[in-house]
């Protein structure tokens, strides 16, 4: 991993979470494997649809909603080389 993806690269503060794209959902709806075991169904932030896609497989950072926890907010898609980073360095168990 280069310098330039380390700087892109954001970690999971409090109450985020790791998750993997399990199936696209239709519209901005995606349905996201996160690290505490759940599984979430995920809505794809308007700035970051435009910005950047995201595909099944993907693994990407998640806010739970505070009043629904089977709902969740994409903040982050990672790279394959930010994914390989964050698996070497503990923040991705080995089942996900």
Known sequence: MNEADLKK??????GELIGRVL????GEHVIVKCT???TRLA???GKMKRRMWVRENDMVLVAPW??????ADIVWRYTISQVE??????Y????L
């Open 36 to 38: 505490d075991g759940k």
């Open 43 to 45: 809505r794809i932030r």
């Open 66 to 71: 505070d009043f629904k926890d089977d709902r």
């Open 85 to 90: 980073w964050l698996r070497n360095n503990n």
């Open 92 to 95: 991705i168990p080995d089942g």
């Open 9 to 14: 690269l954001t970690l999971p503060e409090a």
């Open 23 to 26: 199936k696209m959902s239709g």
